[in-house]
Nanobody
């Protein structure tokens, strides 16, 4: 059974930082690409960043310059470091996993972790 468990969300003031973690089980983690997405109520899920099995990173414009992603294959964990947070970063963040082969899609999702940016 595949499980992705996110943690690290919470309340932070504008300009602050948070680091989200996502620990996977039930998959050969080092053969999977890992991604972070976000979804606000009533809106479509939105890509944030991903790191493939080889460590290659892709980021969306909303993440450039402020967010960083990394992975620890020994801990089966992917991290999303978010800096200079803005109120519009408030939403639920999800991690996801896809097999690290061409044409695969994100098949496994975590339950999400709420990030709230507010004074």
């Amino acid at each position: 059974q595949v499980q992705l468990v996110e943690s690290g969300g919470g309340l932070v003031r504008p300009g602050g930082s948070l680091e989200l973690s996502c620990t996977a089980s039930g998959i050969a983690f080092n053969t999977y690409d890992m991604g972070w997405f976000r979804q606000a109520p009533g809106k479509e899920r939105e890509f944030v960043m991903e790191i493939d099995r080889w460590g290659y990173i892709t980021d969306a414009s909303i993440a450039k310059g402020r967010f960083a992603i990394n992975r620890d294959n020994n801990k089966n964990t992917v991290y999303l470091e978010m800096n200079s947070l803005k109120p519009w970063n408030t939403t639920v963040y999800y991690c996801a996993a896809r097999r690290g082969v061409p044409g695969s899609t994100y098949a496994y999702w975590g339950q999400g972790t709420q990030v709230t940016v507010s004074a």
